[in-house]
């Protein structure tokens, strides 16, 4: 929804399969105007079969299926633009590894959200559930 809005001259296709995610993602469009924003539902990578070849992708989640959604997103274009979130470990390292394994140089950034707790007369801050964000790009064979 976000990116639609940004960047209203461009085309936004959102694949998602949960009923309930679909029906908010046609309610958003609706209340925010985001005519730009296509609903591609079903299941990826199947479902990105049938959408023009990308631009750039973001994955927020791939229920298991990261690398043949990467897979497909570059067979499309092999200059797509790539940015992923994760928030296991796990995650993190099958994303810079799938990276890799299509010919892109992962870029990672971890972002955390810290919360004061009282220790003695002073704050003490802990850190909460860090996020990373995973990027990456090849450049066009030619």
Known sequence: ???SLL???SRVYAVEYKGEACALIRANR???GAYNLE???GRAPQALEELP???GVFIG???GELFPILQV???KNPAVRVCLTAIAVETLGAAAAALTQLGMEPRITQITVA???PAGGLNLMLGQNPVWIITGHREALV
């Open 61 to 63: 989640g791939s229920d």
């Open 73 to 75: 997103a570059v067979e």
């Open 7 to 9: 960047a209203p001259r």
């Open 30 to 32: 609706e209340r925010f």
């Open 39 to 41: 609903l591609a539902e």
């Open 53 to 55: 070849a990308p631009d």
């Open 115 to 117: 919360r004061s707790r």
């Open 1 to 3: 929804m976000e990116l």
